[in-house]
RNA sequence: GCCCCGUUGGUCUAGCGGUUAUGACGCCGCCCUCUCAAGGCGGAGAUCGCCGGUUCGAAUCCGGUACGGGGUACCA
């Protein structure tokens, strides 16, 4: 359990995957487990495969779909093999492989590993309380496990529909995982499971062994909630190596701990906070988002007794060993995701910074389609001023929206002027726009100079008095980027009409 | 009820038998400064859930126990 993963079979090659079910939102919990999936099948040199679990149609949606996919591009976690790229094994859509699913059951059927159970649900639900009540486990009790065919024909005769059933073998179910080490599960605890619903609809509990079977999956890492159907999975592989589905192999396991809320539980898809659409709609970088998942559970190793917590997806890719990951589940913190997302932001480019922005200048109606060279020229200036203020893209929005918006839309808040502008304040505004009139270049050090030299020494101000009502008649706030550059990018008469304006 | 997993400052995390228990976020203070940030420096904050055991020595190994979480579906 400790350093390298050994594949399954000797130079077998890692195949991980990815394969949520498209309900609700795409969520960060969901995204975390892909990372992670990913990371593991990038660090190993292997194969990553995005497969949907779309059994359920009464809780799915292509919308749902849609998202995961779109969601899955802009986080940039690339599969080789999947659901819009195709590859040997698909269809990767499992609505789009119920024959595959239809024909596993049958053979497990025939091959007498599975078998055909009548209980109606109220039966059921009266056993398992009598069971509980006993003190035993809660699970399925087998009564229908060797129904002769008379006694079969008799049900089907009172009108009952069947549901299959997986015939557990009778023992105790052991596993190494990944990121727990061994498991066990007691033969009592784990019973014959429902794999064909009465509809005729295959289970999650079948067709997702059966499409990692098919699909040569040799490592699945997938979030805690399902660790203990793991035994029920590995008892189905034994089975498909009967049967001859896949290649006989089982493959190894590894849960990862969930990222909770705010309360201890468990981040659902309906938590607002949960919702990764939102976050990109904040302006979180994928990269800066999927840093702070990653340090959920994982963090880079130490070099030379220093911590690194802020890296690239490479930088992950390269040092991420599962050994590392820790099964302890992790509180989502929106502060420390902001403040690594602003890490993120100041690592890059300015020039890149500005083009990142573009979609969110739009949204706000500030910068129009097709994005004019005016438009592009100003956000490349004026990124810099912004650049190591925000912690998320859209925040430079409100930072700039001075520039940007035409001047009959100019506010000015309220009580900001009201602190600022009064009579003292429109007094060095008027000064202020004395001096900046007639002055012959329109550049930030000219403009500096100027009212330096006009409200510091010429008024005798401190600088904080001096340039507060000027930044509040310009840019409409006391909080804005720095004031000289931002009036050289506004222009000499928006400069002066908005000074004009405070008076 | 039964089964499984987990437990290091508020949060995340390092730690793998001997450390003044690591770092980050957050918080507080100072510096820088045209505001806000960024950056720099410093600080507060953890009897490593608890009880026993092994050991010269335990956050680290073992056993209990408490608490939290998950499962116990014809959801995934």
């Known amino acids: 359990m400790t350093d390298t993963v050994p594949a399954p079979g000797p130079s077998k090659p890692v195949v991980a995957r990815f394969c949520p079910s498209p309900t609700g939102n795409p969520h960060v919990g969901m995204a975390r487990t892909a990372l992670f999936s990913w990371a593991f099948a990038r660090h190993h040199g292997g194969r990553f495969v995005f497969r949907i679990e779309d059994t359920d149609a009464s809780r799915d949606s292509q919308e749902s779909y849609d998202l995961l996919v779109d969601v899955m591009r802009w986080l940039g976690l690339d599969w080789d093999e999947g659901v819009e790229v195709g590859g040997p094994n698909g269809p990767y859509r499992q609505s789009e492989r119920m024959d595959v699913y239809a024909d596993v059951a049958q053979r497990l059927l025939d091959a007498g590993l599975a078998y055909k159970a009548y209980d109606s649900a109220e039966e059921l639900e009266e056993r398992r309380d009598a069971a509980r009540a006993a ?3 809660s699970g399925y009790d087998g009564l229908h496990r060797d129904l002769t065919p008379e006694q079969q024909a008799a049900y089907e005769a009172e009108g009952r529909k069947p549901v299959i059933r997986f015939k557990m ?21 784990v019973q014959d499971f429902v794999i064909v619903r009465a ?5 999650y509990t079948l067709t997702n062994p059966t499409d990692d079977a098919l699909m040569g999956i040799t490592h699945v890492l997938r979030g805690e909630d399902i660790l203990s159907s793991t035994p029920r999975q590995i008892a189905l592989y034994e089975a498909f190596a009967q049967i001859g589905v896949g290649d006989g192999s089982t493959p190894r396991f590894g849960h990862l701990p969930y990222v909770t809320g705010a309360g201890n539980r468990k981040l659902s898809k309906r938590d607002p906070e949960s919702n990764l659409l939102g976050y990109r709609e904040q302006g979180f970088l994928p990269e800066g988002l999927l840093n702070y998942l990653a340090l959920l559970g994982w963090s880079l190793p130490a070099v030379d007794g220093v911590e690194k917590d802020v890296f690239s997806l490479a930088e992950m890719v390269e040092a991420f060993e599962i050994s590392r990951v820790n099964p302890n589940p992790g509180r989502f913190d929106l502060a420390k995701c902001e403040a690594i997302n602003g890490d993120h932001i100041r690592l890059l480019d300015v020039e890149d910074v500005a083009q990142r922005l573009v979609p969110y200048f739009q949204a706000a109606g500030l910068v129009h389609e097709p994005v004019s060279d005016e438009a592009t020229a100003l956000l490349s200036a004026a990124a810099p001023l912004v650049h190591e203020r925000i912690a998320k893209l859209g925040e430079a929005v409100d930072m700039l929206r001075f520039l940007f918006i035409d001047d009959e839309h100019f506010v000015v808040d309220e009580a900001d002027a009201a602190k600022n502008l009064d009579e003292s304040g429109r007094a060095t505004a008027r000064a202020a726009r004395d001096a900046l009139t007639d002055l012959e270049s329109w550049d930030t050090a000219s403009i500096e100079a100027a009212l330096r030299s006009a409200l510091i020494e010429g008024l005798g101000l401190k600088p904080r008095l001096a340039f507060g009502p000027v930044r509040v008649a310009v840019t409409g706030s006391r909080i804005s980027p720095p004031l000289f550059e931002s009036l050289e990018l506004l222009g000499r008469s928006r400069t002066l009409a908005r000074l004009s304006a405070a008076l």
């Open 135 to 137: 003190g035993k486990p």
């Open 169 to 189: 073998p009778e023992k105790d179910w052991t596993f190494d995982d990944l990121v727990r080490g061994p498991i066990t599960f007691g033969a009592d605890n």
């Open 199 to 203: 509809n005729g609809q295959p289970l």
